[in-house]
């Protein structure tokens, strides 16, 4: 969820040219996801396991699974818990690298193992994200919302309660008793729009953006000034980076419009939105909604 | 340490650039520039050439990626490394197709961004 993008960190730790970088990333939606490196990336098999097969895979014609599991390297379950697993990019662009002769089975574990460790899980915010079903309180809170049946609302109000836990405050908490009193206040509103058009905006009381900017950025912060707006626009800008990633991966690419500070949400051309959080930070109520995409 | 490279930091956020400048304050850059869109980005690159560009993808007008090669078409040898919170593999194929020397996904880690400044500006791999 929060890693940074396996590609970027492949290039910056050096493991990759730009070149051939970019030349797999290209190929990405060519290629259909091998079972012997979704089991290496599951850890369920080791590179030695994974070459084997596919050694013998040359001289009898047999899948994969089947091979993995006469072996015992592989069971059943563990076969079918890869086979419904969802595409994930990573893994496919791993795929790629050892394909093109670039990385080996062996280093592509090791460069997986190391993304893993430098994917800033040491963080409090994480921890807590870690320590928190925040998709079981997403999935509660949702109830009723035009939106709740549809993955990529509840995507996106995951993402967001994982950000402001994150980045904000570990002890944020959805505050499902908050009087809808949202139309009239500040906010700042970001379109995206490729595969699909969305808008998420957020409202919220003076206080509650001024000790939100305070936080995200560690400045002195006192007033809502155009420091304490430039963070609250950011912030918001970085947890629709992170939805955007998210939604990358699987699948649906969406580019984000620069954000927007708009005096009171009433101004905007938005009905009821699809996904309505009521954040419970320190100072107040951090009001988050997720619109279809809105004309300007 | 040696304060003698310059940087430019393009970022329509007033809070992004300073967090960059807090941590450039660690580093062996000394002068940073700082425009707050595309064009902008591009008049600074061709005054003052910068050692090093961080440059934001989404901003208001020409986008990153777009001053990125109107930089790179000035200077082929610019070092401009692309900062954003939409880490997209469309994004950063785009990225390095137009000539990024890099890509750094914001928020930013202090250390990563000083590694990556090392590693840029000296040339040290760690």
Redesign the interface.
């Known amino acids: 969820m929060f890693s940074r993008l396996f590609g970027q960190f492949l290039l910056q730790e050096g493991f990759v040219t730009p070149s051939a970088l970019s030349s797999a990333l290209g190929r990405l939606g060519e290629v259909r996801p091998l079972i012997g490196m979704l089991a290496l990336a599951q850890g369920y098999m080791s590179p030695d396991q994974v070459v084997e097969i596919n050694e013998m895979q040359k001289r009898v014609d047999r899948r994969f699974g089947e091979l993995a599991i006469e072996k015992g390297y592989l069971s059943v379950d563990q076969l079918e818990s890869i086979i419904s697993a969802q595409k994930s990019e990573h893994v496919l662009l791993g795929q790629i690298l050892v394909q093109d002769g670039i990385l080996s089975h062996d280093g592509f574990l090791l460069v997986l193992e190391k993304y893993r460790k430098n994917a800033g899980l040491s963080e409090e915010g994480y921890e807590a994200v870690k320590a928190n079903d925040v998709e079981g309180v997403v999935s509660s809170i949702l109830v009723g919302q035009p939106g709740a049946g549809k993955a990529v609302v509840r995507s996106w109000a995951t993402v967001f309660m994982r950000s402001v836990i994150r980045f904000i405050d570990p002890g944020a908490a959805i505050d499902p008793l908050a009087e809808e009193k949202y139309k009239n206040l500040r906010g700042f509103i970001q379109r995206m729009k490729g595969d699909l058009r969305v808008s998420v905006f957020i409202a919220a009381e003076d206080e509650v953006f001024v000790d939100l900017a305070q936080r995200f950025t560690d400045f002195d912060i006192d007033s809502f000034d155009e420091m304490a707006s430039a963070a609250v626009g950011e912030f918001l800008n970085l947890a629709n980076g992170l939805f955007t990633v998210n939604c990358s991966d699987e699948g649906t690419e969406l580019d984000m419009l620069p954000q927007e500070y708009v005096e009171s949400i009433a101004s905007l051309p938005i009905g009821r939105p699809d996904a309505l959080l009521p954040l419970l930070l320190p100072k107040g109520i951090l009001w988050a909604g997720f619109c279809p995409g809105l004309s300007r | 340490m040696e304060k003698k490279y310059t940087a430019l930091l393009c970022d ?5 650039r ?2 960059l400048r807090h941590i450039l304050n660690e580093s062996p850059v000394g002068t940073v520039f700082e425009a707050i869109d595309g064009n902008q980005a591009v008049e600074m690159y061709r005054l003052h050439r910068p050692d090093i560009v961080f440059m934001d993808i ?3 007008g020409k986008t990153g990626i777009q001053a990125l090669s109107e930089i790179r078409a000035h200077d082929p040898s610019a070092r401009v490394v692309m900062a ?7 994004n ?2 785009a990225a ?2 137009s000539g990024a ?7 930013f ?1 202090r250390e ?1 961004v000083l590694k ?1 400044i090392r590693r840029i500006l000296e040339g040290e ?1 760690e």
């Open positions: 329509d956020s007033a809070v992004v300073k967090m989404v901003m208001p954003s919170s939409t880490g997209t593999s469309k950063l194929k390095i197709d020397v890099d890509f750094i996904q914001k928020p880690e990563a990556l791999w």
